[in-house]
């Protein structure tokens, strides 16, 4: 089993992520944000967290549009793995992979501390180690994870199963409290939260690791 | 041929700094204030034969997020 985790200038959760992926039984390809293509047979491409491009003009607006994130989108198109989290969510919603925006948080401050989530589905490569209603403690580490998307785009996420994680207590002002949502075919999970900074005992907590011993476990070679 | 661009959050997205600067306003005592957008201002300058076209391109694909976003251009 392959992953790809992008490293653009500003990254800063990409190695934490490599090295989740690394536990679950993933070698690794770490992928710098000029490369225009992604290497051979990558079962998933991991989009980390951090300050992609120094946030400029939106979060992950440039990085939507470096030569990297061209070959994710064919990645996804074709039906390959992907998963966005922090900053990446915030690029997979600017290359409109995953629909909706992430705006500043409602209360305008940075939040950096471990919240409850709730799994609202498990009908997912990422989600299936969880029962849906399990509420896991994750951090969340981020100033813009305030999730808007308009009333036709909602109804359509619920009505399609594709809302992952949910807010136990809503901490930044998202809409229907999302925390995590899949794209159409599901095999795209964008999240605010950091399941890859609770994937180590010495994290303080584990309820990260599921997440990506699922994924392995879907991915395995036959 | 020089253009400004506005960027402007949609009406019905939440603006949580304009709701902030209103509340800092309205401590200073500025009671007049009843609400506060706030946005940017993108300038470009353009090469000669640029059209406002280019730049409603621009805007869409880079500018503004359409999804949560509004944009005028003003060619100056």
Redesign the interface.
């Given at each position: 089993m392959r992953a790809a985790v992008i490293v653009f200038p500003g990254s800063n959760c990409d190695r934490d992520l490599a090295v989740a992926f690394e536990q679950a039984g993933f070698s690794v390809d770490m992928v710098w944000h000029k490369d225009a293509a992604l290497p051979d047979r990558v079962d998933i491409v991991g989009v980390p967290g951090g300050f992609s491009y120094g946030d400029y003009l939106r979060c992950g607006a440039i990085a939507a549009q470096s030569p990297i994130c061209k070959a994710l989108a064919a990645h996804t198109e074709r039906g390959g793995y992907a998963v966005g989290i922090c900053n990446g969510f915030q690029v997979l919603t600017e290359t409109g992979i995953l629909p909706g925006a992430l705006l500043r948080n409602a209360g305008l401050k940075y939040i950096c501390r471990t919240v409850g989530l709730k799994v609202e589905t498990s009908d997912s490569a990422f989600t299936e180690g969880y029962n849906a209603g399990d509420v896991i403690d994750i951090p969340i580490a981020h100033h813009d994870g305030n999730y808007f998307a308009n009333d036709e785009t909602l109804a359509l996420l619920k009505d399609q199963d594709r809302i992952a994680f949910t807010y136990a207590e809503n901490p930044n002002g998202s809409r229907d409290d999302i925390a995590g949502i899949l794209s159409h075919n599901r095999r795209v999970l964008g999240m605010m939260p950091h399941p890859e900074r609770a994937a180590d005992s010495g994290h303080g907590g584990t309820d990260g690791t599921a997440l990506f011993r699922a994924l392995a476990g879907v991915l395995a070679p036959a | 041929m020089k253009a400004r661009v506005h960027v402007m959050?949609k009406n019905g997205?939440?603006d949580?700094?304009g709701e902030?600067v209103r509340h800092a306003l309205g401590a200073m005592g500025f009671d007049q204030v009843e609400g506060v957008r706030q946005g940017k201002v993108i300038d470009l300058e353009l090469a000669e034969g640029a059209t406002e076209a280019d730049v409603t391109e621009m805007c869409e694909?880079?500018?503004a997020?359409t999804?949560?976003e509004r944009f005028e251009i003003e060619l100056i």
């Open positions: - | 959050l997205v939440l949580p700094q902030a694909k880079l500018l997020n999804v949560i």
